[in-house]
């Protein structure tokens, strides 16, 4: 089994916006980044279709563009909207937008559309719209 690479979402100006997500706004604890990073290594490790059996992945949130949920437990339910490719769907995933939930609801509000939207911009720009996953 070959490792699966992970992508982040980068703004027009190349920040790295799930790496921010996670670092400031979500203001998660160190627990709960801790649990993230778990996670994302294991899905590096073990790839998409066995973390969608496992289900630790959820969804899709968003059928028609195939956009799914990381499930993180904890104070505070992490779950990072991602998908499978979109350039290889064989061998990575791309981290499209940081979100929690909040009484079963993905904040921010609108968030499985906003992913959507952040895959179509990859699709189009996937050189310059994307980079390699850091760890938090």
Known sequence: ??????????SQRGENL???W????????????????????????????????????????????RIYKLRIYGNVMVRP????????????????LGAIEKGGRLQPEGAAMRAAENREVIKQKPRT????HERF
């Open 1 to 10: 089994m070959s490792r699966t690479i992970l992508w982040d979402f980068v």
């Open 22 to 65: 996670a670092s400031k706004e979500a203001r998660l604890s160190n627990v709960a980044r801790g649990k993230l990073n778990a996670k994302l290594d294991l899905l590096e490790r073990i790839g998409f279709d066995a973390a969608l059996n496992a289900a630790w992945l959820a969804g899709p949130v968003d059928k028609q563009r």
């Open 129 to 132: 719209r994307r980079t390699r």
């Open 18 to 20: 799930i790496r921010r």
């Open 81 to 96: 909207l991602l998908c499978q490719g979109p350039v290889d769907g064989n061998s990575e995933c791309t981290l499209l």
